[in-house]
């Protein structure tokens, strides 16, 4: 059974651009979250996917946004990066009915927005 | 708005001690209150949970106690090794999506 992968690990942009992170799930786990953790901070939920479709939306500007496909695998996306964007993305997967179940979190993508 | 506030900031404690983590939380719609361990450079892993009907739960050497009326929750890890030191998280809860809300963590190093 593998865990939570995500690519890239580490990413640098330059502000303005777009950035696209990418998360394959847990075998057999079909709900998809992510979450932004700022340095030194506790993850952020950003949004969660569910059959491709989003099931919950955090405090984030539309400009986040995401993609689940039908095999479970996930994408984000921010447009128009700013400073304040630079974290570590957190994906987690889970089954339905969410951290109950146990969500299994990935290593996540270091953002650095320069 | 910090929904979840965690305490301390940072813990230093002797191997064999007992480690303390204190949580509050204002949002009573919160009603599941997981405990995550981070280590560098890796994603939050699930350490234990609990559910507000429940004043205790203890899984091996880690234990919540968890205050209703108080709003308040812990995490005591008894007999502290230096393999536990890591980012401890309080989290809570909430939402169709059963989204997690995170304390802002708690650095733990446990001295040999």
């Known amino acids: 059974e593998t865990g939570v992968t995500q690519s890239p690990t580490h990413l640098i942009k330059t502000r303005g651009q777009q950035v696209t992170l990418r998360c394959s799930s847990q075998?057999?786990?079909?709900?998809v979250s992510w979450y932004q953790q700022a340095l030194g901070q506790g993850p952020q939920f950003i949004f969660q996917?569910?059959?491709?479709?989003?099931?919950g939306r955090g405090n984030f500007p539309p400009r986040f946004s995401g993609l689940q496909f039908p095999n479970y695998s996930s994408e984000l996306n921010v447009n128009a990066l700013e400073l304040d964007d630079s974290a570590l993305y957190l994906c987690a997967s889970s089954h339905p009915g969410g951290s109950e179940n146990g969500y299994t979190f990935g290593s996540g993508t270091r953002l650095t927005v320069v | 708005q910090q929904q979840v506030k965690q305490s301390p900031q940072s813990l230093i404690v002797q191997k064999g001690g007992i480690s303390i983590i204190n949580c509050a939380y204002e949002?009573?719609?919160?009603?599941?209150f997981p405990w995550y361990q981070q280590f560098p450079g890796k994603g939050p892993a699930l350490l234990i949970a609990?559910?507000?009907?429940?004043s205790e739960k203890k899984e091996g050497r880690f234990t919540i106690s968890f205050n209703k009326s108080a709003k308040q929750f812990s995490l005591h890890i008894m007999d502290s090794q230096p393999g536990d030191s890591a980012t401890y998280f309080c989290a809570a809860v909430s939402g169709s999506a059963r989204q997690l809300t995170f304390g802002s963590g708690t650095q733990l190093t446990v001295l040999p």
């Open positions: 949002n009573t719609a919160f009603d599941y």
């Open positions: 609990i559910r507000p009907d429940v």
């Open positions: 996917y569910y059959r491709e479709e989003e099931n």
């Open positions: 075998s057999g786990h079909n709900t």
